[in-house]
């Protein structure tokens, strides 16, 4: 089945430095990745879309200087948390659309920690 | 804006028993996903619902898309312990690039 690659899996950084995030489709192309967060015991919290060749459109209350996304290839999407702080310490996911049947796919999520 | 109500919020079942959880919206959606999500891993597609009144299984795991098109449940015959983990109902209006909008899950234990 489609895969979603998302890496690092873990990631522990002090505060103020920046992280960055990946996530890549595999086996299938992605006009469209979105970026989730999620707190412990929490749903899912959609942060961005992510489209390939433009710029990725924020949710309300999501700091688009803090979350730099970047769609360069129709594989690619990274997220970097700059100047992080420790309430950026989450669980970051990232999801992909095949865009040929319009299916997502989640990647296996990043947990970031801040020191 | 939409909502999704997936109830119960958490449950304790004994090994073998039914499980059935649900989820309803303010609005009428096309597409109803159920995921489950282990800890510290990423959402992982059960079953996927794109038309009205469809009923889905997937082994043990059968789904319905509600004829209002604002509801769906989830129902998982004869637990296992592996069942254990996080259930995520999710959904979206329309086809696309609109992402998906996700109830607040629901935590099952299953007690062997």
């Known amino acids: 089945g489609a895969v979603v690659s998302q890496h690092p899996s873990r990631v522990i950084c002090k505060s103020g430095t920046s992280v960055k995030i990946e996530c890549r489709s595999l086996d299938f192309q992605a006009t469209t990745m979105f970026w989730y967060r999620q707190f412990p015991k929490q749903s899912l919290m959609l942060m961005a879309t992510s489209n390939e060749g433009s710029k990725a459109t924020y949710e309300q209350g999501v700091e688009k200087d803090k979350f730099l996304i970047n769609h360069a290839s129709l594989t690619l999407s990274t997220l970097t948390v700059t100047s992080a702080h420790p309430e950026d310490s989450s669980f970051y996911i990232c999801?992909?659309?095949?865009?040929?049947?319009?299916?997502?796919?989640f990647g296996s999520g990043t947990q970031l920690s801040v020191l | 804006g939409q909502q999704l109500n997936q109830s119960p919020q958490s449950m304790f079942i004994q090994e073998g028993e039914d499980v059935s959880m649900n989820c309803t919206s303010s609005?009428?959606?096309?597409?109803w996903l159920w995921y489950k999500q282990d800890p510290g891993e990423g959402p992982v597609l059960l079953i996927a619902?794109?038309?009205?009144?469809e009923l889905t299984s997937n082994g043990r795991l059968t789904a319905q898309f509600g004829i209002t098109r604002k509801d769906s449940f989830l129902n998982i015959s004869a637990s296992i312990p592996s069942d254990v983990g996080i259930y995520f109902c999710?959904?979206?209006?329309?086809?696309?690039?609109?992402?998906?909008?996700f109830g607040k899950g629901t935590r099952l234990s299953v007690i062997a």
């Open positions: 609005s009428i959606f096309n597409t």
């Open positions: 999801s992909a659309r095949d865009r040929l049947n319009e299916k997502l796919f």
């Open positions: 999710a959904g979206n209006i329309l086809s696309g690039n609109t992402p998906l909008v």
């Open positions: 619902l794109y038309k009205a009144g």
